[in-house]
């Protein structure tokens, strides 16, 4: 149901800022290939540390349903960050304080499985990844469309952030939805979580 859409408005964000990032960083703050191999570098160590680490300990404190919200709070604000940046070590500082950020997709798929009896949970895994792969699809035209619409603007900008405010929208729209399912459905917690 809601869920659904839910994950698709966050893969589809995360697919946009995956396409064009290097763009992005290239036209706001003149970046070259060191700059955004290290930015990315950087996105791959915290995405890491966060789901390999500290997403366990993350699940004793939160429910998976409150870890998604907040996650989702978490992303909307960091792409508005970086929307806005106005220097380019702005992005590096964003990508580390969104932490919350780099949990959203393990909570929804934790959510979304234990929201599936043993014999659908194939079924939904399958339909997920099939969601993933449309958002993947989808998104680079959308994401080339924004920033080519920016990209005549001077170095430094604000409004070559369009992309960026595009899909904070998404995880805003993803969070509203999620709260408002989490408000009438009374989630499935996962192991972790039932223990607390």
């Given amino acids: 149901g809601p869920l659904v859409l839910v994950l698709a408005l966050a893969a589809l964000a995360q697919f946009v800022m995956y ?24 996105v791959g160590v915290m995405s890491a ?19 998604a919200v907040i996650g989702l709070v978490s ?47 194939g079924r939904t895994a399958g339909a997920v990844a099939a969601l993933n792969s449309l958002m993947a699809v989808v998104a680079p035209v959308l994401g080339a469309a924004l920033i080519g619409f920016v990209s005549h603007l001077p170095q430094g900008d604000w409004r070559i952030g369009m992309p960026y405010y595009f899909c904070a929208a998404l995880q805003g729209a993803a969070m509203l939805i999620a709260l408002r399912h989490f408000a009438k459905t009374r989630v499935p917690e996962s192991p972790h979580t039932a223990q607390t």
């Fill in 75 to 121: 992303s909307s604000l960091a792409f508005l960050c970086w929307g806005l940046a106005t220097q380019g070590w702005m992005m590096f500082a964003v990508i580390v304080l969104n932490v919350f950020g780099f949990t959203v997709t393990a909570a929804m798929q934790s959510i979304v499985s234990n929201a599936a009896d043993s014999t659908a949970q």
């Fill in 49 to 67: 540390l966060v789901q390999g680490l500290l997403l366990k300990h993350l699940l004793r404190r939160f429910s998976a349903s409150r870890l």
């Fill in 19 to 42: 396409t064009v990032w290097v763009l992005y960083t290239t036209f706001k703050f003149g970046w070259g290939p060191t700059e955004n191999g290290w930015s990315l570098f950087a």
